[in-house]
């Protein structure tokens, strides 16, 4: 598949006239238009997207997932504050933590949000921080049961959720701790490409579905499949069909829910990656061109922009703006300035040949690039803009200024420090 591009040459110079390099521009038509195909590929179900928020926690963005039907997926104090100033609350917010502080299930139950539980150990201390909701969700961990990917890894080797035993155990407790209403949760793959890996996870659910409706006599009112659904980063890799998938889910459904007469169970989805990831780009100049034992472009972006080339080895696709239709005849290493040799945003890539003054686009920064962005280094985060339907462009985040940097440190304080 050819990696293309939602904007021009031309458009980008203009808003590199009012907007310094780097920046993530993110793109509203590209994620309005996915939205709508997965709402359409789940039509037959009572379904709900839930966004996660830690791919792109932008409130502008959120505010567009919110105008789409979509809830959040939480998993941190803060994270709970930006649902909560997009007017997002109740049960449009599903609190999916681990390793979870006590005030964060406080605000959580504060906002009233379905509360996703990581452990059986939570359920104390969620009753002595916060009180038992009337409606409560379980992480499954499947263990042996799943083979997992290779983000997350082998399922028994992953520190989420619960085993099955525990899972029986903790919804008999919360019964008898007077909770009315419960929902199940998994995610045990991440960037996956492989439909059939979201359609084995449906199917081992709507199985405990049943299984916890025979053993214990409570009804699940929804599951959740979390997040994991893989974007294609390489021009190689074949996107995940979502319409397959969910055709997959009813006739599982058919089977497995309806078939025991089970009441009608809701589906819910995390997603994240996929509604955000194609969406974005980090746009940057190239600064300097280097001859060394290799051939360097230097951007005036790093990985400090976005860090998953460096820490996954992440393929993301690169285009030199304006040469997009000459030969790729040179190899480089496309470089950021850390003081890091992995700081490479790809390494022996074969692209037209570089200059100086170049406008070099990443693809694939919508999800985990902006948001995993640090201050290493003395490395400003940079701004973000959004293409709005119309072609016009709104800062939604300004970039960091050197105050922004020294906002946590007392200089007043360190004048009068004695060495
Ligand atoms: C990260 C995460 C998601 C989103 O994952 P994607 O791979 O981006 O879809 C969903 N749910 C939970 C609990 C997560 O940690």
Do not use: W
């Not at 201050?375 to 339907?389: Q, V």
């Amino acid at each position: 598949m050819v990696k293309k591009l939602p904007f021009t040459k031309k458009k980008i110079s203009g808003i590199m006239d009012k907007h310094k390099t780097p920046f993530h521009i993110y793109d509203e038509k590209g994620i309005r238009e996915n939205a709508v195909r997965l709402k359409k590929a789940f039509k037959d179900f009572e379904f709900k997207e839930f966004f996660a928020v830690k791919c792109l926690p932008n409130p502008f963005i959120l505010k567009i997932m919110k105008d789409e039907g979509f809830g959040l997926d939480c998993s941190s104090l803060p994270e709970l504050l930006l649902a909560e100033k997009v007017g997002i609350a109740g049960e449009n917010i599903m609190f999916s933590s681990n390793d979870t502080p006590a005030e964060e299930f406080a605000k959580a139950k504060e906002l009233g949000a379905i509360i996703n539980l990581d452990d059986i150990s939570h359920i104390e201390m969620l009753e002595k921080t916060a009180g038992i909701p009337e409606l409560i969700c379980f992480r499954y961990n499947p263990g042996p049961e799943r083979k997992g990917s290779r983000f997350i890894g082998d399922p028994k080797e992953a520190k989420y959720g619960f085993t099955k035993e525990q899972l029986f155990e903790g919804y008999k407790l919360m019964k008898e701790k007077g909770v009315k209403r419960f929902g199940l949760h998994t995610m045990v793959v991440s960037n996956e490409l492989d439909p059939s890996s979201f359609v084995q996870t449906a199917k081992m659910l709507f199985e405990l579905v049943v299984e916890v409706n025979e053993k214990l006599g409570i009804r699940i009112e929804f599951v959740n499949f979390g997040g994991g659904v893989g974007i294609p980063y390489k021009p190689t890799d074949k996107p995940v069909d979502i319409d397959y998938v969910a055709a997959e889910v009813k006739k599982l459904y058919d089977e497995i829910i309806a078939a025991n007469g089970l009441p009608p169970l809701k589906i819910f989805t995390e997603y994240g990656r996929n509604m955000a990831g194609p969406y974005g780009y980090l746009v940057a100049r190239v600064i300097h061109m280097k001859h060394i034992y290799k051939d360097y472009v230097g951007l005036d972006a790093s990985m400090a922009n976005l860090m998953r080339p460096a820490v996954y080895g992440a393929y993301h696709h690169i285009t030199v703006l304006g040469k997009e239709n000459e030969k790729p005849t040179h190899m480089y290493d496309v470089t950021g300035s850390l003081c890091e040799n992995n700081d490479k945003f790809a390494i022996d890539r074969i692209l037209p040949e570089v200059e100086v003054g170049d406008i070099v686009v990443i693809h694939d920064t919508g999800a985990h690039g902006h948001a995993m962005g640090f201050n290493y280094n003395g490395k400003l985060r940079s701004a973000e803009l959004l293409m709005r339907e119309d072609g016009s462009v709104v800062e939604i985040r300004r970039s960091e200024k050197v105050d922004d940097y020294f906002a946590t440190l007392d200089f007043k304080k360190l004048g009068k420090f004695k060495v």
